[in-house]
């Protein structure tokens, strides 16, 4: 009887958080699903459209190619970053992991501003290529992926650098001295010993780059011009222009379950509680 | 002359500083080939600096380690050929214990039929055969171990350095585990050397002891000599029980205990502060005019089981502990607080060593 009391407690104890979660997330969300599903009545009209109207296809294509690419080439810069402030004191770790937070506790819109200021025609990107005479006419680094894919990947570097460093802390010096003692080259080392103990840390990281890519908004709209349009930005137009919730909310929906999947898929390969620390 | 056998291991005048701290101090080792030396020391000795330096994790300040003939002291670590025990294990988390057994093999391009079988034939003989698919995380702490020996083992090392290896694991899994890396030690005669603070571990399992102190080796001999004969106050102090008495020196075989004269079978240095190694085993009760016999007043006595405690007082007042074994025999002649009694010692178990190390 104590027990069955006690239960009850505990279920209400998590009262709050699930009211809060039902509240806030669960109801609109199933309310998103009702409205992608109405069109003057029940009605598969906005699905339909996903699949007939050829621009939908081209644009979430689009996204994942960007989303992909963000996260590729995040992982090139992170990795090395990471594995470069490993190696450093504590006082200069502390000012490189500072160097690190500073931007991401700038406001996305300015830092994408600063991108424009950087990338445009003849900002300072372009005019020094110029002037060192390395390129002739301006390089068209905005208004196309290119220039959403250098903001994005400015932007959402921190998301992959601060799980991939934390785990990368944990890694036990003393399999690194021994895998030396035992005869390990350092490549040999690094390849069979530290950069498998990482992938943890790097799935975590370029898992939250992917899933925040697929769903950006403000960067592309800003550095994409109107011609690379992401799925963030087809919702957007859809309220704004059209003002069509129904559409919207499948386009939504949709992007909603692929993100699930990319989860699952992960999961079915990696423990996901371990790759985000809940051990 | 060319046929000389080299050390194994020749560490010759090396010194370490960590900032301001001297951690090594001109410290020189030879190690035999095939011999069995322990590093002893308490913790901030300098004895895992000292492994350090032999495995090439640290690089000496001054001084040079030699490995047979040739000079190892800027060869990097996986260039010198060893096999490594830690007091962690070390093992790889990610790996099966096959796995990790194999990391050497394949790190030095085995054939893979080979390396399987070295693999089956280290398990084997660490008693893990038919462990070789389980994940490091399913082990308990004695099985880890014996993986971490024969992952040491596995690629047959000339040279197999050990940092506490058994400090991690429970008392009597830890007596086991001496016995039988002694016994391993034995039927494969690798060269090895051993880091451990546990005074009786290295008695056990040594040929050589190295006692170090504040970055210099204060004694380095086999276990009998160390225990017996301590270099120092420290070393008689570190190693097993031992009660330090001021003495005062007659002549070369002879010192003053409290008003009693002894005799000692070894020379007594010349030095004016002098201590008389006491250890409990090498006491005996004794009656009045018996060689080497002293008198003591019994203060207390406490009976533990297979020993009995005494605190008794030397002459003038001189506190002294020690415990005899309890015997049928003997327990009805033990005497009573209160009571005076004699406590003998063999001339030769008499031995004296100077308060200061100079």
Known sequence: ?279 | MPNVQPFAISVRSVSKRFGATTVLDEVSLDVAEGEFVTLLGPSGSGKTTLLNIIAGFTEPNLGSVHFGAEEVTQLPPHRRGIGIVFQNYALFPHMSVADNVAFPLKARRLPATEIGERVAWALSLVKLAGYSGRRIGELSGGQKQRVALARAIGFRPRLILMDEPLSALDKQLREHMQIEIRALHDRLGATTVYVTHDQREALTMSHRIAVLNQGRIAQLADPEEIYNYPADAFVADFIGEAALIPVERIDDHSVRLEGTVLSCGRPVPAAKDLLLVLRSEKLRLAAAGNKNAFPVTVRSRVFQGDSQLLMVEIGSGVPLTFRLSTHVDTDGQLPHPGQQAYLSLHPEHAFVVRTHSD
């Open chain 1, 1 to 279: 009887m104590a027990s069955e009391h006690s239960a009850g407690r505990q279920a209400l104890l998590l009262l709050p958080g699930l009211l809060f979660i039902g509240l806030l997330l669960l109801l609109p969300l199933l309310w998103l699903l009702a409205l992608s599903f109405y069109d003057n009545g029940l009605s598969l009209a906005h699905y339909a459209r996903l699949i007939d109207d050829a621009s939908y296809y081209k644009s979430f294509l689009l996204t994942f190619e960007i989303a992909g690419s963000v996260t590729v080439v995040a992982m090139l810069i992170g990795y090395p970053l990471c594995y470069w402030m490993l190696g450093l004191s504590p006082f200069w770790q502390r000012v490189a992991i500072i160097c690190v937070l500073i931007p991401f506790w700038t406001s996305l819109l300015v830092r994408t501003y600063a991108w424009l200021v950087l990338l445009q025609r003849r900002g300072l990107v372009n005019s020094g290529l110029q002037s060192l005479g390395l390129i002739e006419e301006p390089l068209a680094l905005m208004y196309n992926a290119t220039g959403t894919s250098i903001g994005m990947t400015h932007i959402l570097l921190p998301f992959l650098v601060l799980p991939l460093f934390a785990n990368m802390q944990t890694i036990d010096r003393d399999l690194l001295k021994a895998a030396a003692a035992l005869g390990g080259s350092p490549g040999f080392v690094f390849w069979r010993v530290f950069f498998p103990l990482s992938l943890p840390g790097l799935t975590a990281g370029a898992l939250l780059v992917f899933v925040l890519s697929i769903g950006y908004y403000v960067t592309p709209q800003l550095l994409g011009g109107g011609s690379t349009v992401m799925i963030g930005q087809l919702i957007q137009r859809n309220i704004e222009l059209f003002s069509s919730w129904g559409a919207a909310s499948a386009v939504s929906m949709v992007l909603l379950l692929m993100v699930m999947a990319v989860f699952l898929l992960m999961s079915r390969y990696l423990s996901l509680d371990r790759v985000f620390g809940a051990r």
